[in-house]
């Protein structure tokens, strides 16, 4: 973990280290949408999970599709409601609107007002943050040029290609300056240029003490850019740890441990 821990003194002459606070902690999180017919059982997305992040790592949240990875993201945000069981950002319960004030947050697909320019929506979304106006327009600037976005910022959103939305949305994601960032496969439809972008991106951020929760496909990538993983399966929790513990534990690199642990078995050749 990238934050020390703080020293609590129990006797005289002694101290222990005391847990550091999470970013996020999950405890017993059930998700369950309703029946879509008759004679249909509820389905439960995410299963009990337990889980905390901490200030300034970069935390990779892995899983197959339909495995509960998006569900568990969308409580996070306020999107959908817990079954069962608590989350809390900065200790604040994200049942109340003030835990997402800290938050970015990227989805997976990216629907905006297309008929804006892409600083017309960036000013949009620093209005909703409540950004003074001398201070927004700075931003924007700056978010644009970071994603390499400054020089079609007065272009339609409608005439970007998909990667160049892709960008957009990450600096929508950015534009309140977050201590939190929450990416949702945030390399798709990038070329290789732009996922190098993002790799960096996210280490200066790092760098900058910023926590960044992200799924991804892209498992060379997580490896490369990841503290420590969650592997989620069918809803469950299947392991958490330091992919670079979990990769000399299994003696293969990510992409194989992570079939491994989700049970995955290729299929035989004819």
Do not use: W
Not at 28 to 44: H, K, M
Not at 149 to 154: C, G, I, M
Not at 217 to 237: K, S, Y
């Amino acid at each position: 973990m990238s934050a020390e821990a703080t020293k609590v003194t129990t006797e005289p002459g002694l101290s222990v280290p005391a847990a550091p606070s999470a970013v996020i902690r999950i405890q017993g999180l059930v998700v369950e949408y309703p029946a879509r017919g008759f004679g249909q059982s509820a389905t439960v997305a995410v299963k009990d999970l337990n889980l905390d992040i901490y200030q300034g790592e970069v935390f990779g949240f892995l899983g197959p599709n339909g495995a509960g990875k998006t569900s568990t993201m969308q409580v996070l945000l306020g999107f959908q409601p817990p079954t069962r069981g608590a989350a809390y950002i900065y200790g604040v319960d994200v049942r109340e609107p003030i835990a997402r004030q800290r938050i970015g947050y990227l989805p997976e697909l990216t629907y905006y007002y297309k008929f804006l320019t892409a600083e017309e929506l960036l000013r949009f979304y620093g209005r909703i943050f409540r950004l003074p106006r001398a201070q927004l327009e700075s931003r924007i600037t700056a978010v644009l040029k970071l994603v390499e976005l400054e020089p079609v910022r007065k272009r339609l959103i409608k005439t970007y290609s998909k990667g160049m939305q892709q960008r957009i949305g990450l600096a929508q994601a950015l534009i309140n300056h977050p201590d939190l960032l929450i990416l949702d496969e945030p390399t798709s439809g990038l070329d290789p240029p732009g996922r190098m972008q993002v790799r960096e991106l996210i280490h200066r951020l790092k760098t900058e003490g910023r926590t960044v929760l992200f799924s991804s496909h892209e498992l060379g990538e997580v490896e490369t850019v990841c503290d420590r993983i969650a592997i989620i399966n069918r809803g469950e929790l299947v392991t958490v740890g330091r992919v670079a513990d979990l990769v000399r534990q299994y003696q293969m690199d990510l992409e194989r441990v992570f079939l491994k642990l989700i049970g995955y078995q290729p299929q035989p050749q004819p």
